[in-house]
């Protein structure tokens, strides 16, 4: 995905449903077992990468967020 993809996607959510502007931005974590709401983890910050990552728009978790190695 790139940045105006997600940007539409969010714009199109608020004018549908105008209650989304207070939604809180979360992460979903695939793997995680719930009961209720999908387990998923809050977006403290975003922005463009710097240097190597110029490249990227990077969400900053709220708490780290690890890739699991399966076998």
Do not use: H
């Not at 959510?13 to 009961?35: D, H, Q, R």
């Not at 240097?51 to 967020?65: G, I």
């Amino acid at each position: 995905m790139i940045c105006e993809g997600l940007k539409k996607i969010i714009d199109m959510t608020l004018e549908s449903t105008p209650t989304a502007k207070e939604c809180e931005v979360t992460v979903y974590v695939s793997g995680e077992s719930s009961i209720g709401a999908s387990p998923s983890v809050e977006v403290r910050s975003a922005g463009k990468g710097i240097d190597w990552d110029s490249w990227q728009f990077m969400l900053y978790t709220e708490v780290p967020v690890y890739k699991k190695i399966t076998k």
